[in-house]
């Protein structure tokens, strides 16, 4: 029992002797400039007036590209450059239709829907067949090819609206967008209907990316909004032969030239540890892309500039870094991943912004044990700004292939309850961002670069 | 060394000992009933939309009466009445006018303004006069009748940006806003300015309530945005003898009869014992008072419902209450305080939720050591749902006076970051509502009160 009590006590301690006057000013000076003269918002504003969608590939993303290198330069940040990646390159085409045709009920019924990204097209001649509903790839594998030969699957399973957590109901029901179109194909479907990843009732679809099996055919693949999925579902189980039909024009094309864009502020003691702060460039063509991740690239962008107003010199070197394509092929942070291995460099942390840019919450973290015991110690210094949840393993896609080199993983952690409402949808825009909620997220970030800066990690 | 260890280690064991397994069960079965099935926000579209602005005395107040009596009453509370009391009766009138009139660089300049709630009006022949702008009360005697006498007075403090808590910020400048007119009327002004309560710079000014003081000649007060604040002080720096037309309609009427609305589900053990949760239903006249507070009053509502949806027979009684007129005068917060004196009811616990429908973060409590222990050793249960702050003192306005009455006060905390950029302005409407945020917060206020319920406070 002493024994627990002196561990109890010792963790404490541990816990209340990390409170360092000097960090908490610090702390407070950096969410005080954050809070009176941060730029986030300003250059968010900017990136979704001015540049708007940018799906890799496209015009927007190659606009975006050269956005981001002019803000940065224009910062006055010690180095500023490009990282040349090969991406995919898919476009939607016109806006697709999608229509419920033979509906006893109410005739012809138009469908809000698109395309999913990646997903072939049906050209001009479009598809119509019977509909088959099912909620699991394992309800699909029961039905069988007897039932799903040339019919479209409608793939209903919602986002689990009691999940806390937003991120685990998405989890929870994304394998119909990613997957479904091959599980549907392996057994004849002509093509797939999937419900969207959204929480709410909506009127409009989500879009995001669907991956094709190897030696499956394609076939082509479109969300519904959630409140159509409502519908077409009763309408589904009403009547037996309900045919839709479907046409799309979207069409994955060679891949095209694009760029990581990559600005640094050199350490002065260990320049050769880096800690990575970063979003994704790239958003989806359906919107603005503000919260996704707008706001993680402008937050990223906002640390290193933070830093320099203040005039804090970092003793290690830190980079904002805004990684292309990741919402359809992650080609972006595989590169960076690839050139940091190549080039031996030492990535001590990584921190990916990619929730949205709503109050900050905590991050979440996967690293060895000793240091996220170091991250979570500082837990006392960030708690003043509601900064409580260190609990929970994570990181974000674009960092990921920095972690066999090592690298600790961390996740910004906002809070997600709104993020559902607007990810992969027309209204992911900049009136669905707080000035103040945007600014906190990238002093929260901003603050704990600083105590890894300081520290280190070891 | 041990005497501390121990009452650490007992102060841990306390709360993990909080932990039973069904309350964790009861507790997710109500978050889940209000993610999945809750009805706060379709209650408050309703209200928004449908009954629209209700300022005490008008006849939007009247109708939002009787839909929340109707609600209550078709929702099969065991008991629903009416509270009379009589309220203030302001009325805004025709629109404000406000412009620099004898700008040399701009020449006439409009101004986005309001009157202040309580205010007197200008009449049609309005008022002109030279602008003085100080930032504060002490700056304003310091200055004196000599400057003052016939001007009007500008008040220009902003609320404080770095303040994390939105609402320390509003505590910081809104003596401007209640005390501005009577302070510069001693020293003779003739009307005052005062700058929006808003921490962002917006388009649009921020209504509120103004009281006058006793023996003190009541001069206009209007609101202006915080964006033509700064042009205006721009404008007072730079010019000298800068003047400005004010002309408002606004009129304090004869007191008007309303009522709170009180919805009660009896005890079924100590029905002696009341556990209130409440909001106000008046809100100002500019917009649908979504978040202001709209959201409180739906969400006391469905405390109550999910108790009934979920079977929960509650052991006190419980009661939803709509207080009437907390904007400018708080008749009904007083009113219910001295019934309950008067009937000598036993009040054990009162709730307010009047800082909007955000992601809920924890409650705020005045109360005695041992009632605040009690329900802080509640926190394990409430951590899950993201409510982990318990440390800040308060309640809310319309339930103050219940204190005397030894009523533990309690304050529903949500993400406040928000909050100040809608707060009494045309843009408190329902599109700045978050469904998910709106129904967590009445799940965590009936997860409390399903606590208190349970256990007492003694």
Chains 1, 2 share one sequence.
């Not at 997903?119 to 790839?137: D, I, R």
């Not at 077409?232 to 864009?261: G, W």
């Not at 350490?267 to 970063?278: A, P």
Request: aromatic share 6%; proline share 5%.
């Amino acid at each position: 029992m002493k024994k627990i009590l002196l561990i109890l006590f010792l963790g404490i301690h541990a816990m209340l002797s990390a409170q360092n006057p000097q960090d908490q000013k610090s702390i407070k000076e950096i969410f005080n400039e954050a809070l009176k003269n941060g730029k986030s918002y300003q250059m968010l504003k900017d990136l979704c007036i001015n540049i708007g969608p940018r799906l890799a590939g496209s015009p927007g993303a190659a606009a975006a590209v050269e956005w981001s290198r002019h803000i940065m330069e224009r910062n006055d940040f010690d180095s500023v450059w490009l990282q040349p990646v090969m991406v995919p390159h898919w476009v939607r085409g016109q806006q697709e239709i999608a229509r419920v045709i033979n509906s006893k009920k109410m005739g012809t019924v138009s469908l809000a829907v698109c395309a999913l990204g990646n997903s072939v097209g049906t050209g001009p001649s479009g598809v119509s067949a019977q509909v088959v509903e099912v909620k699991s790839f394992d309800e699909l594998k029961q039905l069988g090819a007897k039932t799903v030969q040339g019919k479209i699957v409608f793939f209903n399973r919602p986002m689990d609206p009691t999940q806390v957590n937003t991120f685990a109901a998405y989890g929870g029901a994304v394998d119909q967008r990613v997957g479904g179109a091959s599980e549907a194909a392996k057994l004849g479907a002509v093509a797939v209907i999937v419900r969207s990843m959204g929480v709410n009732l909506e009127d409009y679809p989500h879009t995001g990316s669907m991956r094709y099996a190897d030696n499956v055919p394609k076939i082509p693949a479109i969300a519904v909004s959630t409140k159509h999925a409502e519908l077409l579902s009763k309408l589904v189980r009403e009547e037996k032969e309900l045919q839709v039909y479907i046409e799309t024009h979207c069409e994955m094309l060679d891949d095209a030239p694009s760029f990581n864009v990559v600005g640094q502020l050199n350490g002065s003691e260990y320049k050769d540890e880096i800690i990575d702060v970063g979003g994704h460039l790239d958003s989806w063509d359906l919107a603005q892309g503000a919260h996704d991740d707008g706001a993680g690239c402008v937050q990223a962008i906002e640390v290193l500039r933070l830093f320099k107003m203040l005039g804090i010199k970092p003793k290690r070197t830190l980079r904002a870094v805004m990684f292309m394509n990741e919402e359809n092929g992650l080609r972006g942070g595989m590169k960076y991943g690839e050139l940091a291995k190549a080039n031996k460099e030492k990535h001590i942390a990584a921190i990916e912004s990619d929730e949205g840019g709503f109050t900050p919450r905590g991050f979440s973290m996967t690293a060895d044990e000793p240091v996220k015991t170091k991250i979570k110690n500082w837990k006392p210094l960030l708690e003043p700004y509601g900064l409580t949840d260190f609990e929970h393993p994570g990181g974000g896609a674009d960092i990921g292939p920095l972690a066999p080199l090592g690298t600790a993983m961390i996740g910004f952690s906002p809070d997600t309850q709104r993020y559902f409402d607007y990810h992969h949808t027309p209204v992911d825009t900049i009136d669905k961002v707080s000035p103040r909620e945007l600014e906190m997220g990238a002093a929260a970030m901003a603050a704990l670069v600083f105590l890894i800066d300081k520290y280190g990690l070891k």
